[in-house]
């Protein structure tokens, strides 16, 4: 009872927690193509739905939430873009001074580091394993080497690119980036973390806009 207690369940949890994160990432596309498939009918009917005096300031907070989550996908994006580019780089690097390999399979590492990027935290980590297995048919530096140049993307990306590229596509400063990702995380886990700088982003400019509207000015109109 008590080995159950203190290895086997937190680990049945484990696995049941990550095959229901897959299943939500696998469901995602499936919810969207209804979404757009329907779309026309149903801005229809929500319009219809939402009383004459509200639709105006409705369509404004709407179409600040698309704004907003618009410019956070762009940015990870060019982010995937980035440390895919980077990669690739390290990787020729270490195929002209720890073995050929590297050079060989950089394209598709690359890739992969660059795809991989979309999903925060975990995605890094999963990138990394096929750089490490691939430098452990080299030997001990072959592993060496791939742990230290993903290490290094990693610390760059957290460090650097994160903050500034997404500060840049939400307009938030770097320092409430940071604070953001870590309050999102410790709230909502990887989720959380994933979602926090367009939700901080959507709620300052629904204040601002709220704000404007109250005190009898005219909102900024949502690009």
């Known amino acids: 009872?008590?080995?159950?207690?203190?290895?086997?369940?937190?680990v049945f949890s484990s696995v049941l927690g990550f095959v229901g994160s897959i299943f939500g990432y696998l469901i995602i596309p499936v919810w969207t193509f209804w979404i757009l498939k329907d779309r026309p009918a149903i801005v229809r009917a929500f319009d219809r739905a939402v009383p004459a005096e509200w639709r105006d300031d409705t369509w404004a907070v709407l179409g600040i939430v698309r704004r907003v989550f618009g410019s956070w996908i762009r940015g990870?994006?060019?982010?995937?873009?980035?440390?895919?580019?980077?990669?690739?780089?390290g990787l020729l690097v270490l195929g002209a001074f720890v073995d050929p390999v590297f050079s060989r399979y950089a394209v598709l590492?690359?890739?992969?580091?660059?795809?991989l990027e979309l999903l925060p935290v975990i995605g890094p980590i999963i990138a990394a394993v096929p750089a490490v297995l691939l430098g452990a048919t080299v030997g001990v530096p072959g592993i060496v080497a791939a742990l230290v140049l993903y290490t290094a993307v990693q610390q760059l990306e957290n460090n650097f690119l994160v903050p500034k590229i997404q500060g840049?596509?939400?307009?938030?400063?770097?320092?409430?980036?940071i604070f953001a990702l870590i309050l999102g995380g410790a709230i909502a886990g990887l989720l959380g973390a994933i979602l926090a700088l367009p939700i901080a982003a959507t709620m300052r400019d629904i204040y601002v806009y709220a704000f404007r509207r109250a005190g009898g000015l005219t909102p900024p109109r949502p690009r």
């Open 1 to 10: 009872g008590t080995l159950a207690t203190t290895v086997l369940r937190p």
């Open 76 to 89: 990870q994006i060019v982010l995937g873009l980035v440390v895919g580019v980077m990669t690739f780089i």
């Open 109 to 115: 590492l690359a890739v992969i580091a660059g795809v």
């Open 168 to 177: 840049d596509a939400t307009n938030l400063h770097p320092a409430i980036v």
